[in-house]
């Protein structure tokens, strides 16, 4: 493999690796602040595998981990705690990993999937499945991802005219978000009351029901999504300079799109089949990690896809602890805390933008 002459990884400045066709460039900010991301979201993980009801300690947990436990602490540790904690982990990170695509294709912070529609299909999806009396481990997260996927194909065609723009799309996803959240509205009035109350439940973003059938698969297409993502993120980062710029460097614009279009779609619809409509988490965790990663230095959404995950699982996980915390009186659905929290950066985030826009007058 030839490594370009670059300062040392961990000096000033960045290093380029190639393999034929294949570069990556790792930037000295980037690289240590994604190491701290994930220490700290593994950190948050095992507080919530020790922490419980159940009086149990770090010494439980390593015993459960390595068989030498009894029954009892095995079960508390690797069936109930363990699939919560490692979905947060991952759910966080493929929630991060689609609102930085879409933050990216968009060129605008605000293109989220939960703001333009994405996470409200994929309910709908999964909704659906429900009424028609389907289940099974993959009947969920299939119905999840056909309405995620099919409402992706309705904002790409109705924002589509003679090309895509970030702005078209959004403000079609915000119209088709507000008609799918009247659609879920009607289809849980269709269920029955016991139904009805655990989709209400679910529909608020609860991981209080994880179990290793929601994280495998998760985990199995998330390996999958995961590298095609990246393969693509040059090119994406390219057309971040523009449609015309990237066309004349040869980039494929349809194709690159619809690829990361449908990656995205897809990981954002195991979580909601899983969890239900997490939101926030897609549009903040992008937006933090551009900041503290390597903002500075230039960075496109795309060239932050890594850190971008780490700030999600961190982000997931942390929720749930809050949400868990015996400061409460009751344990929350992990969507309520960050509909809070997000909803407070959402604010901020269009002050700020109106702040940029006046300024510009």
Known sequence: ???????????????????????????????????????AALMVGWWNLISGSAMLGASDA????LGTADEGTSRVILEWRAPRVVFTLLGGAALALAGAVFQSQ????????????????AYT????????????????????????TATGAVVYLLAWKR???????????????????SLNTYLVTTLRLE???????????????????????????????????????????????????????????????????FCG???????????????????????????LAGAA????????LIPSAAMGALLLTLSDTIARTPLIPVSLPVGVITLILGGAYLVWLLMSIGQTARKGI
């Open 265 to 291: 779609i897809v990981l954002v619809a195991l979580v909601t089949a899983a969890a239900g409509p997490i939101a926030f988490i897609a549009l903040v965790a992008p937006q933090l990690a551009l900041r």
């Open 62 to 65: 390593l015993a459960a981990l």
């Open 125 to 148: 999806g999964a909704l659906l499945v429900a009424v028609l009396g389907f289940s099974g481990v993959w009947a969920t997260p299939f119905g999840a991802i056909l309405g995620g």
């Open 106 to 121: 968009t060129r605008n912070p605000l293109g989220s999937p939960d703001i333009i529609g994405f996470s409200a299909g």
């Open 163 to 181: 090309g895509v723009s970030g702005l078209r799309i959004i403000l079609v996803g915000i119209g088709v978000s507000i008609f799918l959240g």
């Open 1 to 39: 493999m030839n490594v370009q002459t670059a300062p040392p990884l961990f000096g000033p400045g960045s290093r380029t690796l190639r393999r034929g066709t294949f570069s990556l460039r790792i930037q000295r900010r980037s690289l240590i602040m994604t190491l701290v991301l994930l220490a």
């Open 297 to 304: 230095a230039g960075s496109s959404h795309t060239g932050q």
């Open 195 to 261: 139904a009805a109350m655990a989709v209400a439940t679910w529909g608020a973003g609860s991981v209080n029901d994880i179990t290793w059938s929601h994280v495998l698969p998760l985990l199995g297409i998330g390996a999958v999504a995961l590298p095609v993502m990246l393969a693509n993120a040059r090119n994406m980062q390219l057309m971040e300079m523009g449609d015309d710029a990237a066309s004349g460097l040869g980039i494929q614009l349809e194709r690159t799109r619809l690829i990361q279009f």
